[in-house]
């Protein structure tokens, strides 16, 4: 575990807080889908990921989700952070993009933490700044993109996050994500597909340029 946090927070934390990580912290590697957090439930650690990908979603009263941003290599979340640090139940659910490997640190150590280390008070302060501007980014696609622009600009996440040309999700996932209905992603990916951008198999979409 010490050799994957020095690889990826190396120059973030200091030497003491990397050995008190390693100390304290239970490394994790969970398989793609696998749900992390749950909306309702208190939070009692918080993720450092060292690889893979998250993604963190909100849910509406009627179940529906939301996605507002992906978690990857060298990131934490902030709303994960808010919850610890308040003892407030969770707000959204955190689930494997993909296959991922992360450590997962007690709540208790949160405080203590922000106020021994400058370079933990630092990460923790960027990732709220880093968090907020995604959260920002997903409000605005919401607001001022067609659903066309916003079904390109999640499939083109897709491919950056996964590193792979092949999306397995169905169009009944990509719907949860978007916040839209199945109807309405297939309508779309269809006439991405007669753009020749894409081609639809029955489990995945193989994207040929976006």
Not at 2 to 11: A, E, M, S
Not at 20 to 41: A, C, D, N, S, Y
Not at 46 to 61: F, N, Q, V, W, Y
């Amino acid at each position: 575990m010490i050799k994957d946090l020095i690889d990826n927070y190396g120059t973030i934390f200091e030497k003491e807080l990397i050995e008190e990580i390693v100390q304290v912290g239970t490394f994790k590697e969970v398989p793609e889908g696998f749900k992390l957090i749950e909306i309702g439930e208190y939070i009692k650690s918080m993720p450092l990921l060292i690889s893979g990908a998250i993604k963190i979603l909100r849910e509406d009263k009627d179940g529906d989700e939301l996605l507002l941003y992906y978690l990857e290599k060298g990131d934490t979340c902030s709303m994960t952070l808010s919850c610890c640090l308040s003892q407030s139940i969770s707000e959204i659910r955190a689930v494997a993009e993909t296959e991922t490997k992360l450590i997962m640190v007690p709540v208790q150590k949160m405080e203590e933490w922000t106020a021994k280390y400058k370079s933990w008070r630092n990460f923790v302060f960027e990732s709220y700044h880093n968090r907020l501007t995604e959260l920002l980014n997903t409000v605005d696609s919401i607001a001022f993109q067609n659903m066309d622009e916003r079904l390109l600009g999640y499939l083109k996440e897709k491919i950056r996050i996964t590193n792979d040309s092949t999306i397995h999700n169905t169009h009944q996932q990509i719907a949860y994500d978007l916040h839209s209905s199945r109807v309405v992603i297939s309508r779309l990916l269809k006439k991405l597909e007669e753009l020749g951008k894409i081609e639809l198999h029955r489990n995945y979409i193989k994207v040929i340029n976006l």
